[in-house]
């Protein structure tokens, strides 16, 4: 299982663009990366999933290089209600891909 | 559309007692996952089960077992409670694998005192 790290904490204000980093050093040829928002006393929500080079939807972007060793989350114009937890997740779709591991996530306070 | 259903939402428990947490959903997911979440950690996965009539242990099993019922519920059960297990757990499940979005429940807040 491909690891990840992420700053355990960041600060923003409101409207500025946050971007959230994690590596992920022994990602595998299969692996998909896959962000997810935790509010508190809630169970987290999916966010954005990527394989390679760049994603967008409504909410947020995901950046992922060529050597896919790292990924970048981008949350643009942040208000106060992206506070939240953020976790970077790599996993494979392969022989059930079911142990995903959940880091402790990067802590994102917004202020105004 | 529920989406992901847990019950009971809190429950405190004595060291040694018994309890099931239940859980269901609606969405025709393949897949299902029991997390547990203690105080400023991540998740932590207990058990899952890709499909029906399959269960696979995950990180921190022990202390636990679970019960794929049918397509749509998987329980949990602690069989002797401990301190240790308290903690807040999540239900989650997908379409197949956790590779798929994965759609969590409200969470059970459990305290073994």
């Known amino acids: 299982l491909a690891k990840t790290t992420q700053p355990i904490s960041m600060d923003s204000y409101e409207g500025q663009e946050v971007n959230i980093t994690c590596s992920h050093n022994n990602i595998a040829t299969n692996d998909y990366i896959t962000w997810y928002q935790q509010f508190p006393s809630q169970g987290p929500r999916f966010i954005i999933q990527g394989y390679k080079t760049k994603v967008t939807n409504e909410v947020a972007s995901l950046f992922i290089p060529a050597d896919r060793k790292s990924s970048t989350l981008s949350l643009p114009r942040v208000s106060l209600s992206d506070t939240a937890v953020y976790y970077c997740?790599?996993?494979?779709?392969?022989?059930?891909?079911?142990?995903?591991?959940f880091g402790t996530g990067t802590q994102l306070k917004v202020e105004l | 559309n529920a989406g992901v259903t847990q019950t009971p939402k809190f429950q405190v428990l004595k060291t040694g007692q018994s309890m099931t947490l239940q859980c269901a959903q609606d969405m025709n997911h393949n897949s299902m996952y029991w997390y547990r979440q203690d105080p400023g950690m991540g998740l932590r996965l207990i058990y899952y089960?890709?499909?029906?009539?399959?269960?696979d242990k995950g990180e921190v099993p022990n202390g636990y077992n679970v019960s794929r019922l049918n397509k749509r519920e998987f329980s949990l059960r602690l069989e002797s409670a401990a301190p240790s297990q308290t903690s807040v757990y999540f239900c989650a499940s997908s379409r197949q694998g956790a590779i798929e979005k994965l759609f969590f429940g409200s969470g059970t807040q459990l305290s073994v005192l």
């Open positions: 089960s890709a499909s029906e009539g399959t269960t």
């Open positions: 997740l790599v996993g494979d779709s392969t022989g059930g891909g079911n142990k995903l591991t």
